[in-house]
């Protein structure tokens, strides 16, 4: 399967803890999305990276919440002292750097469950 | 403030039958729009792309239009399936690499 994987695929967690969750992009796609998506809702976009540089942070993304693409690669969203109102779908999309329509494919995200 | 707000919130219907989905957006200025499906529990996948100049794009059983005028668009699906049952979610893109503006999405069911 050359699509994005996500992992952990579901996470449960106590309050206070902090959790590391890892998007593996489309090998060739230079940019990679993370959002957030709770219950009823649709996603909301927290950041993005071209290749190694992270290029726009949402307001969403608070001091405790911090991503990482090392190496223009795989991805890592990090949440510390995590709040039951962090409980929600992480989503992770990846596109090509194209002139043309950039079409992000999206991950079967990581649930996470703040108890 | 841009913003993309979907009818119904949720829709249930026969199987069989066709139905008809509803998006209207403020974002400006405007690139493309996206609808995608989603089941529940996994990613959004994409099932059309239409850009400013295009008024109708049909992927299969699922035709989508767009009037950029009135900034609106709509999601046919035809001859429903059980299958069809997940969140359909209208997307817009701005011009330039901003993030996408999702809708909350439509949750449709189909029972047989």
């Known amino acids: 399967d050359t699509g994005v994987s996500q992992n952990p695929r579901h996470k449960i967690t106590k309050r206070g803890q902090n959790v590391t969750f890892r998007c593996d992009p489309i090998s060739e796609h230079n940019r990679l999305y993370w959002y957030r998506q709770t219950l009823g809702q649709g996603p909301e976009f927290l950041t993005y990276f071209q290749n190694e540089a992270q290029l726009e942070k949402s307001r969403l993304l608070s001091d405790r919440f911090s991503a990482e693409r090392p190496k223009g690669s795989f991805s890592t969203l990090e949440i510390q002292r995590t709040e039951q109102g962090d409980s929600a779908m992480y989503l992770c999309?990846?596109?090509?750097?194209?002139?043309?329509?950039?079409?992000?494919?999206f991950g079967p995200g990581t649930r996470l469950t703040v108890l | 403030k841009n913003q993309v707000e979907q009818s119904p919130q949720s829709l249930i219907i026969l199987e069989g039958k066709n139905c008809t989905l509803q998006c209207n957006y403020t974002v400006s200025p405007f690139s493309n729009l996206r609808w995608y499906k989603q089941d529940t529990g996994r990613g959004p996948v994409s099932l059309t792309i239409m850009t400013f100049s295009e008024n109708t794009k049909s992927n299969g059983r699922y035709t989508a239009t767009l009037d950029a005028d009135t900034k609106q668009s709509s999601l046919h699906i035809t001859a429903s399936q059980l299958s069809d049952s997940a969140s359909y979610i209208c997307?817009?893109?701005?011009?330039?690499?901003?993030?996408?503006?999702f809708g909350k999405g439509t949750r449709l069911s189909v029972i047989a």
């Open positions: 999309a990846s596109s090509p750097t194209s002139p043309s329509i950039d079409t992000q494919y």
């Open positions: 997307v817009v893109i701005q011009s330039g690499n901003t993030p996408l503006v």
